[in-house]
Nanobody, 124 residues
Framework: QVQLVESGGGLAQPGGSLRLSCAASGQTFRSFSMAWFRQSPGKEREFVAATSFNEAATYYGDSVKGRFTISKGNGKLTVHLQMNNLKPEDTAVYYC?????????????????WGQGTQVTVSS
């Protein structure tokens, strides 16, 4: 079993920045991908970003392109989400997800493991 733990959420002003982190533990696989999704009250789950550990590739949702950056951390199977130029519309619970296929996908159902989520609030 793989466990995912998110951290770094909090309160930011519009135009500010936050950096989220997700660490995977437990059994992992040779091919592995990790992603970020978010969900706000009354809305469907939205894809944010994804990266693969078996190839140099990233994928971003349209609403965050140019503002958010996903990167691989120094630790074992750790990813970060650098969020810049935050907007009130970015307010949501952000979830880390992992997929043992190693493929990038914006479809949440394709991911095998999920974290508990971390709250991000953008407000003045």
């Amino acid at each position: 079993q793989v466990q995912l733990v998110e951290s770094g959420g909090g309160l930011a002003q519009p135009g500010g920045s936050l950096r989220l982190s997700c660490a995977a533990s437990g059994q992992t696989f040779r091919s592995f991908s990790m992603a970020w999704f978010r969900q706000s009250p009354g809305k469907e789950r939205e894809f944010v970003a994804a990266t693969s550990f078996n190839e140099a590739a990233t994928y971003y949702g349209d609403s965050v392109k140019g503002r958010f950056t996903i990167s691989k951390g120094n630790g074992k199977l750790t990813v970060h989400l650098q969020m810049n130029n935050l907007k009130p519309e970015d307010t949501a619970v952000y979830y880390c997800a992992a997929d043992e296929s190693g493929l990038l996908s914006k479809i949440g159902d394709r991911y095998d493991y999920w974290g508990q989520g971390t709250q991000v609030t953008v407000s003045s």
